[in-house]
């Protein structure tokens, strides 16, 4: 609720209307352009003008307008954040660690969402920079490892920060690095500590470095131990509950089923739950099953599902942080690590 004006602030402001920049800028005696510098941080104001500004902007409930800042500074006060992913829980928790950031800094956040399948995409991202007019974009996977889409916002002279899987060639303060060979590592060498040798894999779609990762990190860390995995048992699905599902009425269907499956995310996780329930299969009795994500799905299915928790709301926050940071020193590659959350869908294999 604004702040109640005091008689005085009250006459010298229009009755019914909303306190504008330029009234802020009557009533304490400086210029419009104090009060903008005041708006935005600036350090070129003295401690004490700073103060009489910001009481008189609280008394009189004024709070500026992000259209109008981008008009006067020719630029907006929006961040945009562009991706290209199936799994509508990432992009919500991603979200919400965007707006953290964001919040009573000024900024706004802008969602485009885009096919990087399609040839034209690059264009529909360069027209929604341009239109906006943005202060920077926020790249999630799978958008953020083209580097054709991050070089365009380079030469638009547009700041951006890419979630990636692993390490890309970039300036290192764009970066926010997910690691998720390491949260597979620890997937495997979870199963293989419960015993099982008979495992199947279900992947995301090899065209996301993401999930090259996660199936080479799974995969080499088996081979290590001396375990390898038949290509009958690798399959590649799409991060989706439906290509879950089918994936696991391959596995779940031959004659020798395997004892344990890894999924590239919870989604499809989820399927396999769906296919072993109307199998008659028990889990974990029969089968054990390891997600990836952690997102709330894992915990509300039964058995709650062990998944590999990848932070991905501080991955959004750190993102959208550096974005609007006003320090100038320079960035090191942010990390943001995962790691195993083990709960009831696994035991040994019978």
Not at 198 to 226: K, V, W
Not at 309 to 316: M, P
Request: net charge positive; aromatic share 6%.
């Amino acid at each position: 609720m604004p702040a109640r004006k005091s008689p005085d602030t009250a006459s010298r402001i229009p009755s019914g209307k909303a306190a504008t920049i330029n009234d802020i800028a009557r009533l304490a005696g400086v210029s419009k352009k104090t009060v903008s510098r005041i708006i935005n941080n600036s350090p070129l104001v003295r401690k004490d003008t700073r103060e009489k500004v910001e009481a008189l902007m609280r008394e009189v409930g004024y709070t500026p307008d992000p259209l109008a800042r981008g008009l006067a500074f020719r630029r907006s006060f929006l961040i945009g954040m562009v991706y290209d992913n199936p799994t509508a829980q990432y992009i919500v928790d991603m979200q919400y660690g965007a707006l953290d950031a964001l919040r009573d800094s000024g900024f706004e956040l802008v969602v485009h969402p885009c096919d990087s399948r399609t040839p034209n995409y690059i264009d529909g991202v360069r027209r929604f920079v341009q239109q906006q007019k943005l202060h920077g974009v926020m790249l999630v996977p799978r958008a953020s490892e083209d580097q054709k889409l991050a070089d365009m916002l380079a030469e638009l002279g547009c700041r951006y920060s890419r979630i990636v899987p692993v390490g890309f060639e970039d300036n290192d303060g764009r970066m926010i690095v997910t690691h998720d060979r390491e949260g597979a590592v620890e997937a495997a060498d979870y199963l293989l500590t419960l015993g099982h040798r008979d495992i199947a894999l279900i992947t995301g779609p090899l065209t996301y470095r993401s999930a090259i990762e996660r199936t080479n990190g799974f995969l080499d860390t088996l081979a290590q131990r001396g375990v390898e995995v038949p290509k009958a048992r690798i399959i590649e699905a799409s991060y989706t509950f439906e290509s879950g599902v089918a994936a696991a009425e391959k596995l779940l269907a031959a004659r020798q089923r395997p004892t344990a499956i890894f999924c590239g995310n919870d989604e499809m996780a989820a399927g396999v739950y769906k296919v072993a329930l109307r199998a008659g299969i028990s889990i974990p009795r029969d089968l054990s099953v390891v997600g990836y994500d952690d997102s709330p799905l894992a915990s509300r299915l039964w058995p709650s599902l062990t998944s590999v928790r990848r932070h991905t709301r501080d991955t959004g926050r750190i993102a959208a942080g550096t974005l609007i940071r006003t320090d100038t020193a320079p960035l090191a590659v942010a990390s943001v690590r995962p790691h195993l959350i083990v709960r009831d869908s696994c035991q040994p294999p019978p």
